[in-house]
């Protein structure tokens, strides 16, 4: 599975925005995704999870009540709708094929990476 993430740029604290994963491939909708970050000089951070069928999600503390993460199996893709957003958000976003684990070990396949970026 190759993934291409999209929907990065500057946007203001309060503000929104959506992030797709483009995937390649016909076996996507067998892969459990998920949705990482990272911010300079930290570590690669768990955001989202989403089961293949897209019938359960996990968040990480941080973003829930604010992200929504969402699939669609037809078109190969899968999306991170980011609301409220803040400051501390500002990361590098990468899409992950694999898992719905937290820990970035437990994905195979990532993405390139996105960049968000929150202005105060």
């Known amino acids: 599975v190759q993934l291409v993430e999209s929907g990065g740029e500057l946007v203001q604290a309060g503000g929104s925005l959506r992030l797709s994963c483009a995937a390649s491939g016909r076996t996507f909708n067998m892969y459990n995704m998920g949705w990482f970050r990272q911010a300079p000089g930290k570590e690669r951070e768990f955001v989202a999870a989403?089961?293949?069928?897209?019938?359960?999600?996990d968040y990480a503390p941080s973003v829930k009540g604010r992200f929504t993460i969402s699939r669609d199996n037809a078109k190969n893709m899968l999306y991170l709708q980011m609301n409220s957003l803040k400051p501390e958000d500002t990361a590098v976003y990468y899409c992950?094929?694999?898992?719905?684990?937290?820990?970035?070990?437990?994905?195979?396949?990532w993405g390139q990476g996105t960049l968000v970026t929150v202005s105060s």
């Open positions: 992950a094929a694999g898992s719905m684990h937290t820990s970035s070990r437990d994905y195979a396949y």
């Open positions: 989403i089961s293949w069928r897209g019938g359960s999600t």
